[in-house]
């Protein structure tokens, strides 16, 4: 075999297994040198119309690409492309239209820029255009979907920087999308919770892991928001993860009915005080405390004389106003860190925190507050037409650390108000 025959049987393997179909044209005298039938062969098309395609392939091409094919060789041929490319329809035996591509290029060319020989290859790119065709879909849906969502979505580069936000946050951000993109979110809207939110988002670029949080937000409108958010690492074809998406969801109506549904289990429904449940919570922490800080704690029972004497005599109406005057008289005389609860009826009791770690000043400190109880509640009340004097009894444990168990404070505070409620004559 010669050189020349052995060089040729390479290209035919090599054309064969890129799946490439070569031709060849002589511009001069118009002649085909080369030009092979497998497209026609794959199209379903026998050895006859094959032949009478390749002498017109124009037979079977989609009407609209016959000009861009004649623009693409054109252009090739005045030198405005260097090459020539072009993709197209071609129809099958059994109708369908199935996609290929040409490309070419002029050899040869002279001083004129004209060129004698025209060769180049065709191959089947129908798989390839489906699979575009189909991202493509994919692609609109998935942007009507994000542009469309109630959910507020936004792409976040490496830097933290918004690179993409859709129509929901920008209408309900200040500003808009202006203000948003190639912004991190400590920059704008800023403040400590989006100082946070921006550092859940390097935690995703480092660790790639998705988190989720909740997030209190100001809408355009001033209208305090919680939104539910969700961090996605997004990789590139190489596994390196190139930018994280942010899903913020809308979470306001159920945040209230959580607090709902938490102020119904651990606060009293009449007075909105902390029930038995949350005074209990509230004991352990207290104890836990405690033993760590070696400070002094209280814990205080009250009942109103009479009460139940009031209730049956002016209506439960009138012994429910009582105990809502109670409630807000102990609450006002309280501080911040210690906690009035309501036990149940017109039982309520009173956790004082963080006392000295003597415990003689404790004494003194409880019994100053003890005294201010005693002044607060002894005050007429005002029940609608009706003007009343209750007054209390007091029952007080001073406890440090977890010398006492919690039923054990609760039992000894009971019964030191029991007794002095028999003290009163």
């Known amino acids: 075999m010669s050189e020349q025959d052995a060089n040729k049987e390479r290209l035919e393997l090599a054309l064969e297994a890129a799946g490439l179909d070569l031709w060849e044209n002589d511009l001069v005298t118009g002649e085909v040198i080369c030009k092979t039938s497998k497209v026609f062969t794959e199209l379903g098309y026998g050895e006859e119309e094959s032949l009478s395609f390749m002498d017109d392939v124009f037979k079977i091409v989609h009407p609209e690409d016959i000009p861009l094919i004649k623009t693409a060789i054109n252009n090739h041929l005045r030198g405005i492309a260097t090459q020539y490319r072009c993709e197209f329809r071609v129809l099958s035996k059994s109708g369908a239209w199935v996609w290929y591509a040409n490309y070419g290029k002029i050899m ?89 939110y921006e550092a859940k988002i390097q935690e995703v670029f480092e660790t790639g892991r998705d988190i989720e949080f909740e997030l209190n937000i100001k809408s355009r409108t001033g209208k305090e928001l919680c939104n539910h958010i969700r961090l996605t690492a997004e990789h590139d074809s190489s596994g390196s993860i190139v930018t994280v998406m942010g899903v913020g969801r809308d979470i306001s109506e159920l945040n209230i009915q959580r607090q709902k549904i938490n102020e119904m289990a651990f606060y009293d429904s009449l007075i909105g005080l902390p029930n038995r449940r949350l005074l209990i919570d509230r004991l352990q922490h207290t104890l836990a405390s405690s033993t760590r800080s070696s400070l002094h704690n209280a814990l205080i029972f009250i009942d109103l004389d009479n009460f139940n004497t009031l209730n049956d005599t002016l209506g439960h109406d009138i012994g429910d106003l009582l105990l809502k005057q109670t409630a807000q008289r102990l609450t006002a005389c309280m501080r911040q860190e210690d906690t009035v609860a309501r036990m149940g009826g017109d039982e309520f009791v009173i956790i004082l925190e963080n006392l000295s770690n003597h415990i003689q000043e404790a004494e003194f400190q409880v019994e100053t507050i003890n005294k201010k109880i005693l002044t607060i509640l002894n005050q007429p009340y005002q029940l609608a037409n009706h003007n009343r004097h209750i007054t209390p009894s007091i029952g007080i444990v001073i406890f440090s650390g977890n010398q006492f168990s919690i039923d054990e404070l609760m039992k000894r505070a009971d019964i030191a108000m029991y007794q002095a409620k028999k003290s009163w004559p």
């Open 108 to 196: 040869d060319r002279d001083e004129n820029n004209s060129g004698r020989r025209f060769i180049g290859v065709t191959f089947n790119i129908d798989d390839r255009k489906r699979n575009e065709e189909m991202l493509a879909v994919r692609g609109q849906v998935w942007r009507t979907l994000v542009e469309n969502s109630p959910d507020t979505i936004a792409r976040y580069d490496r830097e933290c920087r918004r690179i993409y936000v859709n129509l929901a946050l920008s209408t309900l951000t200040e500003g808009g999308e202006k203000f948003l993109l190639g912004k991190k979110p400590s920059e704008f809207p800023g403040g400590q919770d989006y100082v946070d």
